[in-house]
């Protein structure tokens, strides 16, 4: 049998025979090192594609980027007069700070890459500029310019509606990436092979990733760049990962930080498994069982995850998704808006994809949903968990996804009803109904319908006699009077069985054995961590426990006077 390797080299080897040409926008290629005649040469070609400065006003600057990002690309070269003669210029911080000041100015620019060249023993700084491949650039006083000859020109009225019309056609993650297929990580290669059900030894193997979106001619697409190498060494994209940050506060200062970068299926399930790691769970005792509730439901995480690599812009470049671990909330923040027409208010019933090959190809490695379920299954799966809804937030720069880790009851509430829903006795619905009830509440078809969030009184009055009937609520009255209680049978948690009289006396008699922390009383009784750290307050300024240390390493002991007459 051939090995791996030789596959590998054999199905390239095969599809250059039945490789079909494109064209592609020729590109200038700028080098390291040039003669005076070279550089000469080089800047004399192609005056559509190379602009002149001597020095580095982010002004000027600004608009030849803008320009340059609305047509085929080109290079700016610092340290050369009009007249071609190179004065010199090297890239130091100012030079360079300049540069990216003009970038950040202007809106939308294409990728960019800034180099020091030799011209002779002379430096010159070179500015590489690509193409926009969707959408357009345009200065910080919002003109659109393009490249004709050596003029920057401003577009107006029916020309500017024509330009800006034809560039929603395009997309970036079409483009060509221009990586030979030859540079393709073999490991990822035969990943996306066995998920497609390819031979690597088939002369249509490249035909195949080209009929995906993933190649074009001899080279890969920006989507077959993302997906067969490693994105921050093979394309001018800096930030094609995802960061994810862990803060220990609500502060600005992150206690932890982890990039992750490679392949997009390994970006999406290394970050998943990070997140969900760091999140953990929370451990439950009720009764003979021992509980461990996700903080978050795995499947969240990955779909927050995925469709942030799947929907982000890969043309706004140096700008990662960022993830942000929180004590009571991860939110997750990609690079780009909602794409036409979908707004945040529509965006669990409009469909539209930015980059539809990434998409097709995510879920064939079963690391997204199909079209149009992505947010249902987070939304749904948070309801499910008993969690407050995931919130969508759209600036037009980027898209923002804050996945709360927390809900309308607690971990040790959240544990009593899986236990009952485990047995049998209760169905997802009616977990709200049985929490509120346990917490002394009574129930009326008014309030479960506003529980429930219904206005059909049919749906409450069954949900409240299902329960009745599972002797887990008693009915007192009839019909339209009729109210339900918890039955008496039923052991809810400490949080809301026990008066504050009582859970006060829990958490002294538990300070007589250990150090507390809000982890360990929010363990005991069941209360969320605001109920436990004002409790906690509380007894420390009615002088019955003493608090050391700060942050995680707080801790809450009896005073050393204490005497058992106190409470």
Same mark, same amino acid.
């Given at each position: 049998?051939?090995?791996?390797?030789?596959?590998?080299?054999?199905?390239?080897?095969?599809?250059?025979?039945f490789?079909?040409?494109?064209?592609?926008?020729?590109?200038?290629?700028?080098? $390291?090192?040039?003669?005076v005649?070279?550089?000469?040469?080089?800047?004399?070609?192609?005056?559509?594609?190379v602009e002149?400065?001597?020095?580095?006003s982010?002004?000027?600057?600004?608009?030849?980027?803008?320009?340059?990002?609305?047509?085929?690309?080109?290079?700016?070269?610092?340290?050369?007069?009009d007249?071609?003669?190179?004065?010199?210029?090297?890239?130091?911080?100012?030079?360079?700070?300049? *540069?990216?000041?003009?970038?950040?100015?202007?809106?939308?620019?294409?990728?960019?890459?800034?180099?020091?060249?030799?011209?002779?023993?002379?430096?010159?700084?070179?500015?590489?500029?690509?193409?926009?491949?969707?959408?357009?650039?345009?200065?910080?006083? @919002?003109?659109?310019?393009?490249?004709?000859?050596?003029?920057?020109?401003?577009?107006? %009225?029916?020309?500017?509606?024509?330009?800006?019309?034809?560039?929603?056609?395009?997309?970036?993650?079409?483009?060509?990436?221009?990586?030979?297929?030859?540079?393709?990580d073999?490991?990822?290669?035969?990943?996306?092979?066995?998920?497609? @059900?390819?031979?690597?030894?088939?002369?249509?193997?490249?035909?195949?990733?080209?009929?995906?979106?993933?190649?074009?001619?001899?080279?890969?697409? *920006?989507?077959?760049?993302?997906?067969?190498?490693?994105p921050?060494?093979?394309?001018?994209?800096?930030?094609?990962?995802?960061?994810?940050?862990?803060?220990?506060?609500?502060?600005?200062?992150?206690?932890?930080?982890?990039?992750?970068?490679?392949?997009?299926?390994?970006?999406?399930?290394?970050?998943?498994?990070?997140?969900?790691d760091?999140?953990?769970?929370?451990?439950?005792?009720? /009764?003979?069982?021992?509980?461990?509730?996700?903080?978050?439901?795995?499947?969240?995480?990955?779909?927050?995850i995925?469709?942030? #690599?799947?929907?982000?812009?890969?043309?706004?470049?140096?700008?990662?998704?960022?993830?942000?671990?929180?004590?009571?909330?991860?939110?997750?923040?990609?690079?780009?808006?909602?794409?036409?027409?979908?707004?945040?208010?529509t965006?669990?019933?409009?469909?539209?994809?930015?980059?539809?090959?990434?998409?097709?190809?995510?879920?064939?490695?079963?690391?997204?949903?199909?079209?149009?379920? @992505?947010?249902?299954?987070?939304?749904?799966?948070?309801?499910?968990?008993l969690?407050?809804?995931?919130?969508?937030?759209?600036?037009?720069?980027?898209?923002? #996804?804050?996945?709360?880790?927390? !809900?309308?009851?607690?971990?040790?509430?959240?544990?009593?009803?899986?236990?009952?829903e485990?047995?049998?006795?209760?169905? %997802?619905?009616?977990?709200?109904?049985?929490?509120?009830?346990?917490?002394?509440?009574?129930?009326?078809?008014? #309030?479960?319908?506003?529980?429930?969030?219904?206005?059909?009184?049919?749906?409450?009055?069954? $949900?409240?006699?299902?329960?009745?009937?599972?002797?887990?609520?008693?009915q007192?009255?009839?019909? /339209?009077?009729?109210?339900?209680?918890?039955?008496?049978?039923?052991?809810?948690?400490?949080?809301?069985?026990?008066?504050?009289?009582?859970?006060? !006396?829990?958490?002294?008699?538990? $300070?007589?054995?250990?150090?507390?922390?809000?982890?360990? #009383?929010?363990?005991?009784?069941?209360?969320?961590?605001?109920?436990?750290?004002?409790?906690?307050?509380?007894?420390?300024?009615?002088?019955?426990?003493?608090?050391?240390?700060?942050?995680?390493?707080?801790?809450?002991?009896?005073?050393?006077?204490?005497?058992? !007459?106190?409470?």
């Open positions: 049998m051939a090995s791996y390797e030789a596959l590998v080299t054999a199905g390239l080897a095969a599809y250059k025979g490789i079909t040409c494109h064209t592609a926008v020729v590109t200038i290629r700028v080098g $390291a090192k040039y003669t005649q070279q550089f000469a040469a080089l800047i004399e070609r192609e005056t559509h594609q002149l400065k001597t020095g580095a982010p002004s000027k600057l600004q608009e030849a980027m803008v320009a340059f990002s609305n047509g085929d690309g080109g290079v700016i070269f610092i340290g050369v007069t007249k071609r003669e190179v004065v010199g210029r090297k890239l130091d911080q100012g030079t360079d700070d300049q *540069i990216h000041e003009a970038a950040l100015a202007a809106h939308d620019v294409g990728r960019y890459a800034v180099k020091e060249i030799d011209v002779d023993g002379k430096a010159v700084v070179a500015i590489v500029v690509k193409r926009r491949e969707e959408g357009f650039a345009q200065t910080s006083d @919002g003109r659109i310019l393009v490249r004709k000859g050596a003029r920057n020109v401003a577009l107006f %009225g029916a020309d500017a509606w024509e330009f800006m019309s034809s560039r929603k056609l395009r997309r970036f993650e079409r483009a060509n990436a221009e990586i030979s297929l030859d540079d393709c073999s490991d990822a290669l035969l990943e996306l092979s066995e998920v497609y @059900g390819w031979s690597l030894s088939s002369p249509d193997l490249w035909d195949r990733l080209g009929e995906r979106g993933l190649a074009v001619g001899e080279n890969l697409t *920006i989507a077959g760049a993302l997906f067969l190498t490693k921050s060494d093979s394309l001018q994209l800096n930030k094609a990962i995802v960061e994810v940050r862990r803060y220990p506060d609500d502060g600005t200062d992150y206690d932890r930080r982890e990039v992750f970068d490679g392949p997009l299926p390994a970006q999406v399930r290394g970050a998943t498994k990070f997140i969900t760091e999140l953990g769970s929370d451990l439950v005792v009720t /009764g003979l069982y021992r509980y461990e509730i996700p903080k978050l439901p795995e499947v969240v995480v990955r779909e927050a995925a469709n942030a #690599v799947a929907h982000r812009s890969y043309e706004i470049n140096r700008t990662a998704i960022l993830v942000e671990i929180r004590p009571d909330i991860v939110v997750v923040r990609s690079p780009g808006g909602l794409p036409e027409p979908v707004t945040v208010e965006i669990r019933q409009a469909q539209a994809a930015r980059n539809p090959d990434i998409i097709d190809v995510l879920r064939r490695f079963s690391l997204a949903e199909d079209a149009g379920r @992505g947010i249902d299954v987070m939304e749904d799966e948070m309801e499910e968990a969690l407050d809804p995931p919130e969508f937030i759209d600036d037009g720069i980027s898209v923002t #996804v804050r996945l709360p880790l927390q !809900g309308p009851i607690t971990p040790r509430e959240r544990a009593w009803v899986s236990d009952l485990r047995q049998g006795r209760i169905s %997802g619905s009616d977990k709200l109904l049985l929490v509120h009830a346990a917490r002394g509440n009574e129930l009326t078809n008014g #309030v479960a319908r506003g529980i429930l969030k219904t206005e059909d009184s049919g749906v409450a009055r069954r $949900a409240l006699q299902r329960l009745r009937d599972a002797e887990l609520l008693e007192v009255g009839e019909r /339209g009077s009729s109210t339900y209680y918890l039955a008496e049978s039923i052991a809810p948690p400490a949080a809301y069985r026990f008066s504050l009289h009582q859970l006060i !006396g829990m958490v002294l008699d538990a $300070a007589e054995i250990e150090e507390l922390s809000n982890e360990r #009383v929010r363990e005991l009784t069941g209360l969320n961590r605001q109920q436990s750290l004002t409790l906690l307050q509380q007894l420390v300024r009615d002088g019955r426990l003493l608090q050391t240390g700060s942050r995680r390493g707080t801790r809450y002991v009896l005073p050393a006077d204490d005497d058992e !007459g106190l409470f």
